[in-house]
């Protein structure tokens, strides 16, 4: 199975182009840190991103995800954002690294679980605010940075993905995936 994993800062069009890609036949594995944000608003916590487990708890469900993945008949699956975001989200947060974060980042780096290529979304210039969504276009260019540095730390290829409409976006990722596998 060819995992591929789809980055960037919150705001860029990740979701929206991931589903243009699931649009085209593409098995999307979804993104676990708004799952989570959205769990602990609805158990009252207005910051979820302060409660001490939360970093643990996007990892175990990225970990959660991926083992329950179901198989791809293309034997491609997209994944919205790695535990290598979630390591970029910890530093971002100054929060520390977790022994469960470090250990998932460290298998799936070991084990290749993924493609050695992410693609990069880059951020369209603006932010949409959303009730999980709570950072400012500067904070989420900062958070690019953060998101970039871990990627690359971890030997991780980026291919960027430019600002553009949600179709070239889909069509730049699904020309090179299809490329890669010949």
């Not at 919150?10 to 649009?23: I, M, S, Y």
């Not at 084990?111 to 210039?125: D, I, M, S």
Request: charged share 25%.
């Amino acid at each position: 199975m060819r995992r591929y994993i789809i980055t960037g800062a919150p705001g860029a069009g990740k979701t929206t182009v991931l589903g243009a890609l699931r649009e085209r036949g593409y098995a999307v594995i979804d993104e676990a840190a708004t799952e989570v944000n959205v769990r602990l608003q609805a158990l009252g916590r207005d910051e979820p991103w302060r409660d001490p487990g939360f970093i643990d708890a996007i990892a175990l469900l990225q970990r959660e995800r991926l083992e329950q993945a179901a198989p791809s008949a293309a034997g491609v699956q997209l994944f919205d954002r790695s535990p290598i975001c979630t390591l970029a989200l910890a530093r971002y947060l100054g929060s520390p690294v977790t022994p469960v974060l470090a250990a998932e980042v460290e298998r799936m780096v070991g084990e290749r679980t993924y493609q050695p290529r992410a693609f990069f979304v880059h951020l369209l210039g603006f932010i949409t605010p959303t009730a999980v969504r709570r950072i400012s276009l500067a904070e989420s260019v900062e958070f690019e940075r953060f998101h970039r540095q871990a990627y690359l730390e971890c030997g991780i290829e980026l291919v960027d993905v430019p600002a553009a409409t949600v179709e070239r976006r889909a069509a730049l990722i699904d020309g090179h995936i299809r490329a890669w596998a010949e």
